[in-house]
C-alpha cells in the first residue's frame, strides 16, 4: 500500500490551502503539511499538475522549468511522447529523472487538457492526485524503494481555479483510497476511485 511505505508531504504557498489541508487531513498525522515553496521539499519526488502535453509554460510548472532548467520539460515531453503518443490523459501520470540528487524524480500528473482551463467543475483533481501515487507505486515496483518520499502541490487550486476545500477533500479520499488498496495500472485505479466517488 503506497501511503503505508511512502512519506507523503504536501505543501503549498497558499495559507487557504494549508488550512483546508489540515482540516481533511486532522486525522493523518503521518501527512506533513508545510506552507512554502516545492523547492525547498527535501524528498525524493516532487509531483506537478502539468496540462496534457507537458507544456510547463505556467504555475509550478514554470517555477520547475526555471529551477531545472528546460531539459525537464524536454524529457517529461519525451516521455509523454513514448507513453501516450504526445498527450497524456487526465488519470495518468509520467514519470522523468531530474539528473539531480533532490528531487531524483518530477512527476507529471496532467489536471487539464490545456494550459490555465478551469476544472472546478470535474474531479480532475483526484484523478491527479491519485495517477501521481499510482506512478510512485509503479516506480518503486520497477526500481524497489527508489521513491520513499513525495511532495504534492494543491492540485488544480491556482491555475484549475478549484477552491482549495474541495481540492483538499478530494486529495484526503484519493490518499484514503491508497492506504486501502494496490491497483495494476492506471485504468484499474481510475475504475475504483470513480466507484468510490460516486458511491
Not at 487539464?112 to 516506480?139: E, G, H, K, R
Not at 502541490?153 to 491556482?158: I, K, M, Q
Request: net charge neutral; charged share 20%; glycine share 6%.
Amino acid at each position: 500500500m503506497l501511503t503505508r511505505v511512502v512519506r507523503v508531504v504536501l505543501v503549498d504557498i497558499n495559507p487557504k490551502m494549508i488550512q483546508a489541508w489540515e482540516q481533511a487531513f486532522s486525522h493523518n498525522p503521518e501527512v506533513e503539511i508545510v506552507l512554502g515553496s516545492m523547492l525547498d521539499r527535501q524528498v525524493d519526488a516532487w509531483v506537478t499538475p502539468t496540462n496534457s502535453r507537458g507544456n510547463m509554460d505556467g504555475g509550478l510548472d514554470a517555477i520547475l522549468k526555471k529551477h531545472f532548467g528546460p531539459a525537464i520539460e524536454k524529457a517529461v515531453k519525451e516521455e509523454i511522447a513514448l507513453r501516450y503518443k504526445g498527450l497524456i490523459p487526465v488519470g495518468h501520470a509520467v514519470c522523468v529523472r531530474t539528473g539531480r540528487p533532490v528531487p531524483q524524480f518530477l512527476i507529471s500528473s496532467p489536471t487539464m487538457q490545456a494550459s490555465a482551463q478551469n476544472i472546478s467543475d470535474t474531479l480532475n483533481v483526484a484523478l491527479a492526485c491519485a495517477a501521481a501515487f499510482q506512478m510512485i507505486d509503479m516506480q518503486n515496483a520497477e526500481i524497489p524503494g527508489c521513491i520513499d518520499s513525495v511532495a504534492l502541490p494543491g492540485l488544480g487550486a491556482n491555475t484549475g481555479r478549484v477552491p482549495v476545500a474541495m481540492c483538499a477533500h478530494l486529495m484526503w479520499l484519493v490518499y484514503d483510497m491508497f492506504r486501502k488498496q494496490d491497483f495494476v495500472d492506471f485504468d484499474y485505479m481510475r475504475y475504483v476511485l470513480e466507484k468510490t466517488l460516486k458511491g
